[in-house]
């Protein structure tokens, strides 16, 4: 029943262009929670994402 890296990976991926399902969302929580390796990958999603909002609109 528990994910692998892999499938947290690409969840998180998929997550940056559409939204999840709860139980998708709560399986990833619970991965989250205890691997750091996931959680670190998270994170440079969300900065990454986050660098992008922040780009000026025109070049
Ligand atoms: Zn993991």
């Given at each position: ?37 996931c959680s ?20």
């Open positions: 029943m528990r994910l692998t890296c892999q499938q947290v990976s690409r969840l998180l991926s998929q997550a940056q262009d559409q939204p999840l399902s709860l139980g998708e969302r709560i399986k990833l929580r619970l991965h989250l929670s205890v691997c750091d390796a670190n990958f998270r994170r440079s999603l969300g900065f990454i994402r986050q660098a992008a909002r922040r780009r000026p609109p025109q070049p």
